[in-house]
């Protein structure tokens, strides 16, 4: 069982992502979830968080982290995920319990007192990460692995070179990628490979009491991704969790990754030299490929086994 820590900020499919977690405690320990001011700021992204945790009665201890990047301001993405970050599903006001510690102290904390390496699933900018790896270096070696939802090397989606997690932090990013840890890369390569349609979306409709809620939250989503081209729905931060469940679904490459971190148009673009000819450092998986059935399955088999 692979021991994990969530870092997201919720976000539709940050919001399906936890679920599927949650879905396969027999594969996955959560031992925690930590929120980044990203999709939406920090005190919206939290309380998206506690609306999934309070939905799915589960008892994860959660932290909220920082507010906003390393070095710029803080942007987040109203357009695609409306102005409470998780548009769609009604959550009805109920408390779920908020630690008084800071994300990364929460992240460094849980990290010491795992039995055994553990796994990050990082779902948003990566400013959490990057202030744990550079104030705590001593959880280096117990990091078995960070799994990552961002980045391109095709393209972008923020701007015609970026993707928005990194290009809300690249400064972060930039230190996450060269930490010297093995990182999986599932950035818009695979993830716009990662899509569920419109007709297996309509399947969930009444279907479950949690299958409704991700009906719901994937109903909103799908509009929303209309503006921006898309007709089926691209589930980005689900992949993380997808890869973590069943890395044999997907295909890459390993490449040594950069972040571009100056003020030019190229700001947060992921780049790597995947030339065969230079014995660089290939400190990144760069997922490329998905079985899109098996994805959508496993999304499917998660909502069921939830609902039973």
């Known amino acids: 069982m692979k021991k994990i820590l969530i870092d997201c900020d919720p976000g539709h499919d940050d919001a399906l992502a936890i ?49 906003g990047p390393l070095v710029k301001s803080l942007k987040t993405a109203p357009e695609a995920h409306g ?8 959550f009805e006001g109920a408390e779920y319990p908020v630690s008084q510690m800071n994300g990364v102290e929460f992240l460094y904390r849980k990290i010491l007192q795992a039995e055994g390496k553990v796994t990050i699933a990082a779902l948003g900018p990566l400013t959490n990460i990057a202030l744990l790896l550079k104030s705590h270096p ?13 980045g391109g090397i095709s393209h972008g989606n923020q701007t015609p070179l970026a993707e928005f ?29 990662a899509v569920i349609t419109v007709a297996e979306i309509d399947q969930l409709h009444g279907r479950g009491r949690v299958n409704q809620l991700a009906y719901e939250l994937l109903s909103f989503y799908n509009t929303s991704g209309r ?9 980005h931060d689900l992949c ?69």
């Open 19 to 67: 679920i599927m977690a949650l879905a396969n405690a027999e594969k996955l320990k959560v031992l925690g979830i930590t929120t980044i001011g990203g999709n939406q700021t920090l005190a919206k992204v939290t309380k998206n968080a506690r609306n999934i945790l309070h939905f799915l009665h589960s008892e994860i201890p959660l932290a909220a982290g920082q507010e």
């Open 83 to 90: 102005e409470s970050g998780m548009e769609g599903p009604y």
């Open 138 to 150: 001593e959880v280096l070696p117990l990091i078995e692995e960070i799994v990552l939802m961002g």
């Open 165 to 193: 997690n990194i290009y809300v932090d690249p400064e972060a990013a930039e230190i996450v990628f060269q930490s010297g840890l093995q990182i999986v890369m599932a950035g818009l390569d695979v993830t716009e490979k």
């Open 227 to 235: 503006q921006f081209g898309f007709i089926d729905s691209p589930l």
């Open 240 to 308: 993380t969790i997808a890869y973590l469940l069943m890395p044999e679904i997907f295909t890459g490459t390993a490449a040594d990754i950069h972040v571009i971190t100056d003020d030019s148009l190229a700001r947060g673009l992921t780049y790597g030299d995947f030339r065969r000819a230079f014995d660089l450092p290939k400190n990144t998986l760069v997922l490329q490929e998905v079985d899109r059935e098996k994805f959508v399955k496993l999304l499917m088999d998660a909502l069921d086994r939830l609902d039973a």
